[in-house]
């Protein structure tokens, strides 16, 4: 079956700490897949996407950045968090079986303090 | 640019049937999704419309309009567990490539 997955699942770091949020996805190959972050009482930013591996599209230009190491994991990194870093930070695959549906991981609550 | 607009918060009775709408401005269109998302828990798949006219699963439809930007869910019998912020998104054809664009969420409150 094609699952997604996604660590840690809460987050607390200091500013001015490295991040690293880790997403794999298992059951397919070459999926397209996604970062999201939702801030609070704000909907789901699209921070990046991939269609394969290295291949990193950037949406929002900011304080983060994300790589594509192999074909099923997707990673978001940050050298320096900031507090406007704080948000609910999903992964996203989109789903080949089918024309529709975008499966999300289960989330990273990130508090930056 | 683009933009999806629907309405913050509503609010419903259990049994009812609620509308939320959606309106969208995107250059390019490939397809309109709703999203269910509970409090802290990641979104969760509903529906999906491309063509224009009402698409039914069970308690739930979704309508789409291409020609107006408009779309909307509409939920049936409502029950408690229907509280949740509902999430319009839509597939463009543009430098995001397949990536789902949202809309802030309609926040829907059920009461008994």
């Known amino acids: 079956s094609q699952t997604i997955h996604q660590w840690p699942a809460t987050l607390v770091q200091p500013v001015g700490s490295p991040l690293s949020l880790e997403c794999t996805v298992e059951g397919t190959s070459n999926p397209n897949l996604y970062w999201y972050r939702q801030a609070a009482g704000r909907g789901l930013q699209l921070l990046f996407y991939s269609v394969g591996i290295g291949q990193i599209s950037s949406e929002v230009p900011q304080n983060l950045s994300a790589s594509r190491p192999q074909d099923r994991q997707f990673i978001l990194s940050s050298k320096k968090l900031l507090l406007s870093d704080s948000g609910f930070y999903l992964c996203?695959?989109?789903?080949?079986?089918?024309?529709?549906?975008?499966?999300f991981g289960s989330g990273t609550r990130l508090t930056v303090v | 640019g683009q933009n999806i607009d629907q309405p913050t918060e509503m609010t419903a009775t259990e049994g009812a049937i609620v509308q939320i709408n959606c309106t969208y401005q995107t250059s390019g269109f490939n397809g309109l999704f709703w999203y269910q998302q509970h409090a802290g828990e990641a979104p969760t798949f509903l529906s999906y419309n491309v063509l224009d006219g009402l698409e039914e699963k069970g308690r739930f439809s979704s309508f789409l309009s291409r020609s107006k930007g408009y779309s909307y869910l509409l939920l049936k019998e409502l029950q408690m567990k229907d509280s949740a912020s509902y999430l319009c998104a839509v597939r463009g054809v543009n430098q995001a490539g397949t990536a789902l664009i949202f809309g802030k969420g309609t926040t829907l409150s059920v009461s008994s």
């Open positions: 996203a695959w989109r789903v080949t079986t089918a024309d529709y549906g975008y499966t």
